[in-house]
């Protein structure tokens, strides 16, 4: 967790006041909650994009994934497969994809930090394209990846040292990621995982990681293997983020099978992100919603057995990002801290209603 001023916690306290997601949890504004522990809850998207659209986010008030708190964090991603996996079973889904947005040119729209949660089936219209060709040249990624390769690997191997208790040794790629070992396009490996370089990137620095242990299903991970993997896109998306001076990250993952995904791999996307990169990786809402009422009748009868669970995840689970990033700063002082706002792209100090308006105004003329 990147820690906070006095100032910082301030301005936090006035942007809860206003915060839409933070009344939802209060219970000041309904919605259809489909999950709800102490940490967390999952509402019904109310412009679904497919069905089964669901909100995840902390019940207490963060702007962006690097200030989540271990705890909070650990539990979250702890929880992930067991949400996944009712999801899918409630909805006969295929497949399923999460998109985390990290600052407002990353399609970051509220201040309270959110997980969409797709669950997917053929022919849903939810495709992100993440496969497609880019401009993006090889000369560019060649020379971002000789430099974010020199920073991101030491980062890894200290988040390895912290939760691996095994002895290092020889690192034996799994049999189903043969053929993502491109060239040199591996930026880090270890036994839980294999971080590359997307062949087709959609932005410069552009990564994918892929788990060593499940080739296709959420749901078949641990929870500590999954607080693993999201440990390493955290940071990873933190580490591009920095090098290139990008304005916001996606974290975008994809499990089982899906028009856009058809060989139902599991990976996670880590995509840099600027303001007019037109990307546009948020899915459209659908033309006809379904019955939402049917829908969250249908995921509360799987939903209600996690809720009754204990957290899983052991305090060895619990990784301070607060500390790899110090010592990452120890090993290179030169990187420069970003701001809230400048990781986050949105305003700490909640904006005059009258400025909020003016701004929606504006960006509906441009369309």
């Excluded at 504004?29 to 489909?34: D, L, M």
Aim: charged content about 25%.
């Amino acid at each position: 967790m990147t820690p906070l001023s006095p100032e910082m916690k301030a301005q936090l306290e006035e942007q809860k006041k206003q915060c839409l997601f933070c009344r939802i949890i209060a219970g000041e504004i309904p919605a259809k909650k489909a999950y709800e522990d102490s940490r967390m809850v999952a509402i019904l998207d109310i412009n679904p994009a497919v069905r089964g659209h669901l909100l995840l986010m902390p019940k207490e008030h963060h702007p962006i994934l690097p200030y989540l708190p271990p705890d909070e964090f650990a539990h979250l991603f702890g929880r992930l497969p067991q949400i996944v996996s009712a999801a899918k079973s409630s909805l006969a889904a295929s497949g399923v994809t999460i998109i985390i947005a990290n600052g407002y040119a990353a399609g970051q729209q509220s201040p309270h930090l959110l997980f969409h949660l797709l669950p997917r089936e053929q022919g849903d219209q939810a495709d992100l394209a993440l496969n497609s060709s880019s401009s993006v040249g090889p000369t560019d990624q060649g020379s971002f990846f000789r430099s974010i390769k020199k920073t991101l690997s030491p980062r890894l191997e200290r988040l390895r040292d912290r939760t691996d208790a095994t002895p290092k040794g020889e690192v034996k790629t799994a049999g189903f990621l043969a053929g993502k070992k491109i060239g040199k396009m591996v930026a880090y490996e270890d036994r839980k995982a294999l971080v590359t370089l997307a062949p087709h990137p959609l932005a410069k620095g552009h990564l994918i990681i892929f788990s060593q242990e499940e080739p296709a299903l959420i749901e078949r991970l641990s929870p500590e293997s999954m607080v693993y993997l999201m440990n390493m896109a955290s940071l990873a998306a933190t580490t591009v983020f920095e090098s290139l001076q990008a304005q916001g990250t996606n974290i975008i993952i994809r499990s089982g099978k899906s028009d856009d995904n058809p060989e139902g791999i599991l990976d996670i996307h880590i995509i840099p992100r600027w303001t007019e990169d037109s990307l546009g990786l948020q899915p459209r809402p659908m033309e006809q919603p379904p019955d939402q009422d049917q829908i969250l009748d249908q995921l509360r009868e799987e939903m209600i057995l996690i809720e009754q669970e204990k957290d899983v995840c052991q305090e060895k689970d619990l990784i301070d990002l607060d500390n790899r990033e110090e010592a990452a700063k120890e090993e290179d002082p030169g990187t420069p801290e970003a701001s809230l706002e400048q990781k986050a792209g949105i305003p700490l100090i909640p904006k005059d209603p009258a400025d909020e308006i003016k701004e929606a105004i504006g960006k509906i003329q441009k369309r």
